[in-house]
């Protein structure tokens, strides 16, 4: 394969965004990729991870990880099937996993790069239940938010990649589990998978309904919304409450810094934490949370579910857009022929 | 004594106030007090304590206390002398601190009443480093803010009662600590009493200097105050870093809630937390406190500071005032002749 050259398209970053994205954000190209060198290999992907995070990855601000440069190809999950590899840990036809970016082939070092069995589950279970959303709904609610059998736990977008895993690992640990999401049909798949009450945001009131589900008040509430969602759930809280903030999706394509949470005194009143937190930092446990989500996809107590969009790396800006309509149930992914 | 009664004045609550508390707010009564009966004591009263959070109290909402009732004697912490004692625990004479209310006199069956040691500190002292507000910033610090040698500790309100003890503490336990206070004589005082910076809230601009000062990130915000003052602080946190909600003193008068902290989502990015909480629960463990703060009191490495002001019960309206003004430097009393 020496002086062999692949040709890939890929999204590239062409201006930052205020707002919402759109076509101007966006570069399509086309490009050569090399050969891999010694201790690389070239993975043709096949399916892309499209996460609410993406939009803070193309702010110019400090945050958790580096911004997305201009120029750059957009940083994304991905899975894909190695094509030549001069890496000792990697062999040809080889499933994986990891930050490959909107593009249909990518060249690896492997860093950040995992196995993944398909046998155990399709390529987009391992961008949803068993990849990042999976893994951080689990350190999320067991690790930041101090899971224990018998609690209350409310989760916001209850429907989306992380909260619907979220819920069926409460669920499974014995917990009482409230979903909030838009739409009628979301909220019947929730009750359908097992969440104990759903929320239609677009069509109740959380406020009344929370206080009406939970009379003795939430000990978790795990956000990924914002906003007046998490103003509702603040407000009733019950003593010694864990509020985990884990995403704010009503808040990212904001072109200006909205309001925070005017019920945050209630964390006095209640004895309560709010905390944040990264899934990145639990990168050494990741074995622990997919061996965990693993076994409850094999046992069937854990249904995992995306919705596959297709059109390549070309469909991108508009698939992106779509999971801030909140379009997707479960985890949102693009497929690449 | 039977069938002896005794003359007191006492402030009572006449209508809840919207915004800041006026002449209407409030009732001075005359009333008589009869004796006590057995199980009970008559104190009296010497110093008021004035708080912040007795704003809260006059609001009819569900809160860490009932609120205060139409009619009844405004809630306060207090000192006094035993007058009279059919009570096993108090004898005549005794010095006491508890819950008195906004009175001259009353009486009472001993519940939360503490005899204090005025060898120790003088009464308005058991009412700010050694009552109520000391023992707030001790456990807020180490309890709730976990504080640790080398921390970088960032008080708002750090010329006030509680503000003013938890710098010193904080300085005591080998911490860099900076104290943000309103104008040039409190943050002078907060230099003097050993704070390593103190920023002028009312002068400057807080963000800016908490980053100049604090480079590296806060390791512990203790707050206050709430509004902007919070935000600043959030979005210069240091990655673990601990924010302690003990109060929120900017927003107590507020007609409407005030928007909350847009820079929540700072709480991710550092991988922080927001906790609140209320002395209350640490009823246990009070001794532990007022050993500690006693400890330094009387071996010189805490300034424990009052702002007594004269008028009696009736001036305790316009007191109270002074304290939303920051008119005070240390705790806030009201001498009773």
């Not at 890929?10 to 086309?30: F, M, V």
């Not at 930050?99 to 950040?112: K, L, M, R």
């Not at 945001?201 to 906003?227: Q, S, T, W």
């Amino acid at each position: 394969m020496s002086g062999v050259t692949t040709t890939t398209q890929q999204i590239t970053l062409a201006q930052r965004p205020t707002g919402l994205p759109d076509d101007s954000t966006w570069s399509l190209d086309t490009v050569e990729l090399p050969d891999p060198e010694d201790g690389q290999f070239l993975v043709r992907i096949d399916h892309i991870s499209l996460d609410p995070a993406m939009r803070g990855w193309l702010n110019d601000v400090r945050s958790y990880v580096p911004p997305v440069q201009i120029g750059a190809v957009m940083r994304a999950g991905a899975t894909g099937r190695v094509v030549t590899s001069r890496h000792p840990d990697f062999a040809e036809g080889d499933a994986v996993t990891g930050t490959f970016g909107v593009t249909e082939y990518a060249i690896s070092d492997g860093t950040g790069v995992s196995r993944i069995d398909l046998d155990v589950a399709d390529a987009p279970t391992w961008l949803g239940a068993l990849g990042m959303p999976g893994i951080t709904a689990y350190f999320g609610l067991t690790d930041v938010g101090e899971l224990h059998e018998g609690d209350t736990v409310v989760i916001s977008a209850a429907a989306g990649a992380v909260g619907s895993v979220a819920g069926q690992i409460a669920k499974a640990r014995g917990c009482r589990v409230i979903g909030i999401a838009g739409g009628p049909e979301k909220t019947a798949w929730l009750r359908e998978i097992g969440f104990d009450e759903a929320i239609d945001y677009k069509n109740e009131n959380v406020f009344k309904r929370l206080r009406a589900v939970a009379p003795d008040g939430i000990d978790i509430y795990f956000d990924n919304v914002g906003g007046d969602i998490l103003d509702a759930a603040l407000a009733n809280l019950r003593r010694g409450a864990r509020v985990v903030i884990c995403g704010a999706i009503s808040q990212y394509n904001a072109e200006s810094l909205p309001p925070g949470p005017s019920r945050y005194m209630s964390l006095l009143v209640f004895r309560a934490r709010m905390q944040g937190f990264v899934v990145f930092d639990y990168e050494d446990r990741y074995p622990e949370a997919i061996d965990a989500i693993g076994a409850m996809i094999t046992e069937g107590s854990l249904q995992a579910r995306e919705t596959v969009v297709d059109g390549g790396v070309a469909a991108f800006g508009d698939t992106l857009l779509g999971l801030f309509r909140g379009d997707n149930t479960g985890k949102l992914v693009l497929r690449v022929d």
